[in-house]
Nanobody, 118 residues
Framework: QVHLVESGGGLVRPGGSLRLSCAAS????????MGWYRQAPGKERELVAD???????TFADSVKDRFTISREDGEYTVFLQMNSLQPEDTAVYYC????????????WGQGTQVTVSS
């Protein structure tokens, strides 16, 4: 079992910044990917960014030039630095962790609200 604790969400004005954190604990052996998804009301959940143990990063086109993802390997903590936030970024952001342990497993955080509004 992997347990996820998310933090960093909140209300920010357009053009502002937020940093999301997600810390994984428990049976962290075999974790190969950590990342963030988001879901706005009435829309599908979409990948925002993720990072693999190799360091390879993936970003959604809509955030590629504004967001940065990093990982603390020793503590299995992932950070999403969000800059130049826009109202369209408003959503619930979910931490996602993928683990290989005889089979592939996926874990989700409870979600943290990010609201971009003037």
């Amino acid at each position: 079992q992997v347990h996820l604790v998310e933090s960093g969400g909140g209300l920010v004005r357009p053009g502002g910044s937020l940093r999301l954190s997600c810390a994984a604990s428990g049976n962290t052996h075999g974790i190969y990917m950590m990342g963030w998804y988001r879901q706005a009301p009435g829309k599908e959940r979409e990948l925002v960014a993720d990072i693999r143990t190799s360091g390879t990063k993936t970003f959604a086109d809509s955030v590629k030039d504004r967001f940065t993802i990093s990982r603390e390997d020793g503590e299995y903590t992932v950070f999403l630095q969000m800059n130049s936030l826009q109202p369209e970024d408003t959503a619930v952001y979910y931490c996602n962790v993928r683990q290989w342990s005889s089979a592939d497993y996926s874990y989700w955080g409870q979600g943290t609200q990010v609201t971009v509004s003037s």
